[in-house]
């Protein structure tokens, strides 16, 4: 039996309201100075080089002022210079926001743009991989004022800006544009080898690349994210995003349990006493070592057909792994109408404990309680989490778990993470009873 529900996906672009018959604003070429071949003949877009970094604890990662302040000052810039020209279809920065009381403190916001901003479309869920479809809503299709630069690696190993570079399509580079519909302040997408029309499927190049932002970016408070459809994807074009938020998101205050060391450095763990269970992986030799163990995992999940979504934290030192339920279960009828009504679709955002509410009503009434109970219907059961696992370390192979977690101290066994304290409260998590 196929499952389809019914979408109302989030607007990311404003030409995506035109595909469904509104005017197209003239320009040339097609009219709407889009990527496609009509209109990116000659076109020149600003050029961030990075520069490749191996090493994920030595000093290749280390904050070095000029590349982090000036890649920072580039997003937040050239996203300021968009909302300045009228591209966004609202105003986040007007969204009141506030921490919910708690151990956790989940972070709540009223957002009712995005709520109001949709279109109706059909979406399968019980697919993770479908193939790309050039007839629906893709990145091609934006216009070239939403891009802000074009993200590559350097040539010469050294962070270089370029900003009138040419658009080299054969080589199909990657893009950092706006989403017109954002959740927080500097809300981007990472669009990798765009031209290349990829289906919204992880790779090892292009998780490679988002690990390569984060690094570059230098700031903990700036995360990407990635949802596979069936997880609240919403557009079948591989894409990344990511913003600022400065306060740690409950996912990564939450303590974990190790699992495994694995050759490279690279340590797994479980979380714990979170309301979605998940993987967390850390470390690494080099940044390829982390980012080649969690692609594998991805693509476990991908061709086992398992939902999931990813959150990269830590500048891209550590990375969450988070396999989810939801859609399968609200296409079965086994949520509550009542979490329903909210319609917060718990994409990667939700799950790390930033709550993005859609009515007042919702708003007012936030509780940890609340976030709790909509997040725990997001996870798998313990007995399938633990299957879904078997398959990742046999793709992964690791043949064995960690033999001395049962000697080791529970302060080594179970840890719990620290962060930068800007909010008041308690660190610590809690089991909810």
């Known amino acids: 039996m196929m499952l389809k529900i019914?979408?109302?996906?989030?607007?990311?672009?404003?030409?995506?309201?035109?595909?469904?018959?509104?005017?197209?604003?003239?320009?040339?070429?097609?009219?709407?100075?889009c990527l496609k071949s009509c209109c990116i003949q000659d076109a020149k877009l600003p050029l961030y080089a990075f520069k490749k970094i191996s090493k994920v604890n030595g000093k290749d990662l280390a904050y070095e002022e000029p590349p982090v302040a000036f890649l920072e000052s580039l997003v937040l810039g050239e996203w300021e210079d968009r909302m300045q020209r009228g591209l966004f279809r609202y105003d986040v920065t007007a969204c009141e926001t506030k921490v919910i009381p708690g151990e956790y403190g989940f972070i709540a916001q009223l957002n009712e743009g995005r709520h109001l901003k949709k279109r109706p479309t059909e979406f399968q869920v019980d697919k993770v991989l479908q193939p790309f479809d050039e007839n629906?809503?893709?990145?091609?299709?934006?216009?070239?004022?939403?891009?802000?630069?074009?993200?590559?690696?350097?040539?010469?190993?050294?962070?270089?800006?370029?900003?009138?570079?040419?658009?080299?399509?054969?080589?199909?580079?990657?893009?950092?544009a706006i989403n017109v519909s954002p959740i927080e302040y500097g809300h981007v997408?990472?669009?990798?080898?765009?031209?290349?029309?990829?289906?919204?499927?992880?790779?090892?190049?292009?998780?490679?690349?988002?690990?390569?932002?984060?690094?570059?970016a230098g700031n903990p408070y700036f995360?990407?994210?990635?949802?596979?459809?069936?997880?609240?994807?919403?557009?079948?074009?591989l894409h990344f995003q990511a913003y600022y938020l400065a306060m740690p998101f409950p996912i990564e205050k939450a303590p974990t349990k190790k699992i495994a060391n694995l050759n490279g450095g690279v340590k797994i763990s479980e979380l714990?006493?979170?309301?979605?269970?998940?993987?967390?992986f850390e470390g690494g030799d080099t940044l390829e070592d982390l980012s080649n163990i969690v692609s594998d995992a991805c693509i476990c999940l991908q061709n086992n057909n398992i939902p999931y979504n990813v959150l990269i934290a830590d500048c891209g030192r550590q990375v969450f792994l988070l396999p989810q339920c939801y859609a399968e279960k609200q296409a079965l009828g086994e949520v509550d109408a009542e979490l329903l009504d909210t319609?917060?679709?718990?994409?990667?955002?939700?799950?790390?404990?930033?709550?993005?509410?859609?009515?007042?009503?919702?708003?007012?009434?936030?509780?940890e309680a609340n976030a709790w109970r909509l997040l725990a219907e997001v996870s798998?059961?313990?007995?399938?989490?633990?299957?879904?696992?078997?398959?990742?370390?046999?793709?992964?192979?690791?043949?064995?778990?960690?033999?001395?977690?049962?000697?080791?101290?529970?302060?080594?066994?179970?840890?719990?993470?620290?962060?930068?304290?800007?909010?008041?409260?308690?660190?610590?998590?809690?089991?909810?009873?």
């Not at 404003?14 to 009219?31: D, F, H, I, L, S």
């Not at 995360?223 to 074009?237: M, P, V, W």
């Open 343 to 367: 319609q917060v679709n718990p994409a990667v955002w939700e799950i790390s404990g930033h709550m993005v509410l859609k009515r007042k009503k919702d708003y007012d009434e936030a509780s």
């Open 136 to 176: 629906k809503f893709n990145f091609t299709k934006v216009g070239q004022e939403e891009v802000l630069f074009q993200f590559e690696a350097s040539d010469d190993g050294e962070v270089q800006f370029f900003p009138n570079a040419p658009i080299d399509v054969d080589n199909s580079p990657s893009f950092v």
């Open 272 to 280: 714990m006493k979170y309301p979605v269970r998940g993987l967390v």
């Open 380 to 433: 798998l059961s313990e007995e399938r989490f633990q299957e879904v696992n078997a398959l990742i370390f046999e793709a992964i192979a690791l043949d064995e778990l960690d033999d001395n977690l049962q000697c080791l101290p529970e302060g080594d066994a179970v840890n719990s993470n620290t962060y930068p304290a800007v909010v008041a409260g308690s660190q610590e998590c809690v089991v909810l009873q």
């Open 6 to 33: 019914k979408r109302v996906p989030t607007v990311v672009s404003n030409y995506q309201k035109e595909e469904a018959g509104e005017a197209a604003r003239p320009v040339g070429g097609c009219g709407r100075n």
């Open 189 to 216: 997408l990472l669009i990798p080898r765009i031209f290349e029309c990829l289906p919204q499927r992880i790779d090892h190049d292009s998780f490679l690349l988002a690990l390569h932002m984060a690094a570059e």
């Open 223 to 237: 995360r990407l994210g990635y949802n596979s459809l069936g997880a609240f994807a919403t557009i079948n074009h």
